[in-house]
């Protein structure tokens, strides 16, 4: 699993996974994991398991949990984890894409982003966490499920990200102009653009117009 470790005081990044700081006690740690799932179905009913892997947790996306923990996102900036975005430009390969990389700012191509249909938390053993009343109780583990449509995100996918996006039109993205690593600017403001928290690069998906790609995107703190 690819995994971000929190920690009371700034790491240099390593290759099991990302360090950054935040206001919290010195004993504190706390493991951030993402899985994803996702299913084609087919204009003739049929169904496929498309995606059943592991995703990368972003350097912006440590940065942008550092604005929302220190409450210092308060200038009209303050945003959620609020759409899934897919694309069309993974590096490398469409059967066998590069992997990506924890600095990466933005889809390569982007194509279509859209709200979550669903987003519920879970227990350990994978059940709703809600109570009597069917309302839910926030766990340590939430899903965020996205629908595609027969009409929607149609093309060759290769990549896709949890992005928190400055307006929800479908395909209109304010990506982070700044390169990575070469050229990446840590002064910027990343709530000033779409910031993309999780980044999943894989084989090609080509999703057909009349077919419906349902993505779960799970993440475990």
Do not use: C
Request: aromatic share 10%; charged share 20%; no cysteine.
């Amino acid at each position: 699993m690819e995994e971000i470790m929190i920690k009371s005081k700034i790491e240099a990044p390593r290759t099991s996974g990302i360090n950054f700081g935040l206001a919290f006690a010195d004993h504190l740690s706390v493991k951030v994991k993402g899985d994803v799932f996702a299913t084609l179905t087919y204009p003739d009913g049929r169904e496929e398991i498309v995606i059943d892997k592991s995703n990368i947790y972003t350097l912006d996306g440590g940065v942008f949990a550092a604005i929302l923990f220190s409450n210092s996102a308060g200038s009209g900036n303050a945003r959620f984890v609020n759409m899934l975005a897919v694309g069309t430009g993974a590096s490398g390969s469409q059967q066998s894409p590069d992997i990506p990389d924890y600095q990466q700012r933005r889809l390569n191509t982007p194509l279509y982003k859209k709200i979550f249909s669903s987003v519920v938390f879970r227990k350990a053993d994978g059940s709703l966490s809600v109570d009597g009343n069917s309302n839910p109780i926030p766990t340590n583990i939430v899903d965020f499920t996205t629908t595609f449509e027969s009409a929607e995100a149609v093309g060759a996918l290769t990549e896709m990200g949890l992005i928190s996006s400055v307006n929800e039109l479908p395909t209109n993205f304010v990506s982070n102009p700044n390169n990575f690593p070469q050229d990446r600017d840590v002064s910027e403001v990343v709530t000033d653009y779409d910031t993309l928290i999780n980044y999943l690069t894989f084989p090609v998906i080509n999703k057909p117009n009349g077919a419906i790609l349902a993505i779960t995107w799970r993440l475990t703190f």
